[in-house]
């Protein structure tokens, strides 16, 4: 059963330490999202990527946040210095994009704490 | 720019009863329609979607029709149970190949 993975799980770290998350999208996507979830924002687009480049990354901070893919099995997501307002629920998703006949499958998402 | 319009939540509705939750939708061209359902503690997960005009999604006893006239694809489902306590999101996808989400409805079901 193919699925998104994302790792860690859950992640509590102090203000100005590097984070890193990971996301392995389901074998044959060509896209994959990163979105971060909370309860006062609701959901937010960070990043997308399509065939593995950055397409759009307004929606997120530049000067802590980035985003790669270093091959077609991994998608990171770096925030470096972490701060308390970072802390939220960060879910990668990917999808096959063929014309507009496609989904988005959600990984289980990183629960991120900074204190 | 394309938008999701879903109506507030908390929904809280007694087990059998009828559920709607209105979605509306704002785009150009003709884009794919979808509900995700986030159940506590997990990611989304995919409910139903519909592509194209007077489609109609379906799954798990849910249903939705995208309505070009109305540009709406509100769900509904004829009976609900204590299992469908969630929050479900309505979402779009358009001619820029983004997700474009709705707030999310949190759906409280009560035995």
């Known amino acids: 059963d193919a699925r998104v993975t994302q790792t860690p799980r859950h992640k509590v770290t102090e203000m100005g330490q590097e984070v890193t998350m990971r996301c392995q999208p389901i074998l044959g996507h060509n896209t994959v999202f990163w979105y971060r979830q909370t309860m006062m924002q609701g959901l937010e687009l960070l990043a997308y990527?399509?065939?593995?480049?950055?397409?759009?990354d307004s929606g997120m901070p530049k000067d802590r946040f980035s985003a790669e893919m270093p091959d077609a099995t991994l998608a990171t997501l770096k925030i470096q210095p972490s701060e308390p307002r970072d802390s939220a629920v960060y879910f990668c998703?990917?999808?096959?994009?063929?014309?507009?006949?496609?989904?988005?499958?959600f990984g289980q998402g990183t629960r991120l704490t900074v204190v | 720019g394309d938008s999701v319009t879903q109506m507030e939540g908390p929904v809280t509705l007694s087990e059998e009863a009828f559920l709607t939750i209105n979605c509306t939708y704002t785009a150009t061209g003709y884009p794919s329609l979808f509900w995700y359902v986030q159940y506590p503690g997990e990611g989304l997960q995919l409910l139903l979607k519909a592509t194209k005009a007077d489609d109609k999604g379906s799954n798990k006893g849910f249903e939705a029709t995208y309505r070009k006239e109305t540009t709406s694809f509100h769900l509904e489902k004829g009976s609900v149970q204590v299992s469908d306590s969630a929050v479900y999101f309505c979402?779009?996808?358009?001619?820029?190949?983004?997700?474009?989400w709705g707030a999310g409805t949190k759906l409280i079901i009560k035995p």
């Open positions: 979402a779009l996808m358009g001619s820029n190949y983004q997700l474009i």
């Open positions: 990527f399509r065939n593995r480049a950055p397409l759009d």
């Open positions: 998703a990917s999808g096959l994009v063929l014309g507009l006949r496609t989904e988005a499958f």
